[in-house]
């Protein structure tokens, strides 16, 4: 499938100095899920929306770049399965696309996979060939908090309400941003912003809007399918709607919700992979599953960009850490041993998720493997050792 026809060029670009303000004052004329960060022409990440509705910050003052989340970049010419892996591997839908070394536009995961449904094979796939999600339950009286801490935890833009075990309504990311940041016609725009994040220089650290009941933002709206619908009708529903989650219904009962990352995972490419991965620590860490899955991910398509470097089969470890940072904020650092014939390359870092610090040790990894081996360009090159009979050779010919 050719990619180039989806390419979108309309997309929020930020410096990543923009302030946390001046990203929501753009969403006053766009719905968009993502923010994408540059420092001057380069590249840096994405800030998504909903990462933002659960911090206290002084929005005029902290910047975009505190919420940055590393992702790769796609190449015009590249497939739709290789798109597919770099979009589950960074744990976002959306990706900044790269010709010539510039970003020309974005790609999204629904305009990729709505083509894709319509394909021989794919387009009798139902709702219920893919897996959906129970977010936890939250009641109508319920605070806001608590739906905000169910989308930051896990991964979901839109969360069911509850009028006891029925469904009621359903709250979603664009409408608090909506209703609480931009709508209001009484306050200054600062003004919504600091009564939303609250102030650090406050004496009550604690934000007033959140804590209303989760009922004041929800909509009787509810875009809905069936779990013998097709899936292509969820796709075309996400896209009509500028959506990124669906609820499921099984026999007009509630049976969950329908991410667009569980779609992305039922096309990920299987392939034969001449490298193993293997994790440490992963059972003393707390991860949701998208975070484990998003890992899992990294680890494939970073770990097949290290076997082409060294050019040789190879067994990568990692090993995951985490530990208190700042109070209730915790750091993740990452260990990697990548071990092939005769050679071990070490590398780590760390980060505020563990797909930015998994992200940054295989970056570092890459960085000794272009060190110890011939070429002078990125891993787009095969890399390896001359052995002594080369080397010979070579100095025979001069």
Request: hydrophobic letters at 35%.
């Amino acid at each position: 499938m050719d990619i180039a026809s989806l390419v979108k060029m309309s997309f929020v670009k930020l410096d990543e100095e923009s302030t946390v303000s001046e990203f929501i004052g753009q969403l006053t004329t766009t719905s968009t899920k993502y923010g994408f960060v540059f420092s001057g022409k380069t590249y840096k990440g994405v800030v998504a929306v909903r990462s933002l509705l659960r911090s206290q910050l002084d929005a005029s003052q902290t910047k975009v770049k505190a919420f940055l989340h590393p992702t790769s970049m796609v190449k015009k010419a590249m497939s739709s399965d290789d798109v597919i892996a770099l979009l589950l591997g960074s744990n976002v839908t959306e990706l900044p696309v790269e010709e010539e070394g510039k970003v020309i536009g974005i790609i999204r995961a629904v305009d990729v996979l709505q083509v894709l449904l319509r394909q021989q094979g794919f387009s009798g796939l139902k709702v219920d060939d893919v897996t959906v999600v129970a977010p936890t339950q939250i009641q109508e009286n319920d605070a806001l908090t608590k739906v905000l801490q169910v989308m930051h935890d896990e991964g979901v833009n839109h969360v069911p309400l509850f009028v006891g075990e029925k469904m009621s309504s359903i709250v979603s990311t664009h409408d608090i941003i909506q209703k609480y940041l931009i709508s209001p016609p009484q306050r200054t725009f600062s003004k919504r912003l600091s009564t939303f994040f609250g102030s650090r220089a406050g004496k009550a650290n604690t934000p007033s809007y959140p804590s209303q009941p989760a009922s004041n933002v929800s909509t009787n709206e509810i875009v809905s399918v069936e779990g013998t619908d097709l899936l292509s009708k969820a796709v075309q529903l996400m896209v009509q709607k500028n959506i990124s989650d669906v609820v499921v219904m099984r026999k007009g009962a509630y049976a969950g919700v329908l991410p667009l990352k569980s779609i992305l995972v039922r096309f990920q490419p299987q392939e034969v992979s001449h490298f193993q991965v293997f994790f440490v620590g992963l059972n003393k860490v707390t991860l949701k599953p998208f975070e484990l899955q998003a890992l899992q991910t990294i680890a494939q398509t970073e770990g097949e960009k290290l076997q082409q470097g060294v050019h040789n089969e190879c067994k990568v470890n990692i090993h995951l850490k985490e530990y208190d940072k700042e109070g209730k904020r915790k750091k993740y650092a990452v260990n990697l041993r990548l071990e092939y014939p005769g050679k071990v390359i070490s590398a780590a870092d760390d980060d505020w998720t563990p797909e930015a610090a998994l992200h940054k040790a295989f970056q570092n990894a890459r960085n000794e493997i272009k060190k110890q081996f011939k070429g002078d360009s990125g891993m787009d090159r095969h890399y390896r050792r001359e052995d002594k009979k080369e080397i010979t050779n070579r100095r025979k010919k001069k």
